[in-house]
């Protein structure tokens, strides 16, 4: 019986490449590799603009919420101000012990004209030196002005300071401190799992307030003053 013949090549030898389709080929796998490539480049792009945008929101709302703290708490030390306007200056010490609890200031003080000052116990960060050096400081000076202030002592020691009037003229200065740890745990970071870094610093860029070592932030003194 006769064996139909197949419709198939009846070429049984090896699979030959031509130069040409070796060329197309690797022609196809390059032009592969540089779309994978130039599509790490555009997520990498991406990933650092919205790195970039998350911090800026972050850095924003941490900034808002200590510029509403402070508001906040000079407008504590406004109100204790208008309290003791009026009160003789021999039970004013214990007015200030009483304020001071109150509002959560670790320490408070009424300076006058002629750098006299009348104040809670001294707290443990700040020494005689500082005490003296309070009636110096630009905030207050800007207080006899009639201005609120805010300024820093002892390194980390957020100041106060408000107007104390008599008879529509600036009698005394009222000067609060605030605890670092409160304004600490309100820059500690929360965010990246802990793992960034986050201070207060000035227009010099010296670091004012830390959320706890200092030792970080004054190995990147170069980038704050760049900044």
Not at 29 to 51: C, Y
Not at 55 to 71: H, P, Q, R, S, W
Not at 86 to 111: C, P, S, Y
Not at 171 to 177: D, I, L, N, P
């Amino acid at each position: 019986m006769r064996r139909r013949a197949g419709r198939g090549s009846a070429y049984k030898g090896p699979f030959l490449i031509s130069g040409a389709q070796v060329g197309i080929i690797s022609i196809v796998i390059l032009v592969t590799l540089m779309i994978s490539a130039w599509n790490v480049i555009d997520l990498q792009k991406v990933l650092a603009r919205s790195t970039e945008e998350y911090l800026n929101d972050v850095t924003m709302y941490m900034a808002e919420e200590i510029g509403n703290t402070m508001k906040h708490k000079s407008r504590d030390l406004e109100m204790a101000a208008d309290f003791i306007a009026d009160e003789e200056r021999a039970g004013l010490e214990t007015i200030l012990e009483q304020k001071a609890q109150i509002m959560e200031f670790n320490f408070l003080g009424v300076i006058d004209r002629e750098g006299g000052m009348v104040h809670t116990p001294l707290p443990k960060t700040i020494d005689a030196a500082e005490l003296e050096e309070i009636g110096k400081l630009d905030c207050v000076r800007d207080s006899f002005e009639g201005r609120d202030g805010t300024s820093y002592i002892g390194g980390q020691e957020i100041i106060y300071s408000v107007p104390v009037y008599r008879d529509s003229t600036v009698e005394y200065v009222m000067v609060g401190t605030r605890s670092k740890e409160k304004m600490q745990a309100m820059i500690a970071s929360k965010s990246f799992d802990g793992e960034s870094l986050s201070c207060i610093i000035d227009s010099s860029g010296k670091v004012i307030l830390s959320p706890t070592d200092l030792k970080p932030f004054l190995q990147l003194g170069d980038i704050f003053k760049k900044s």
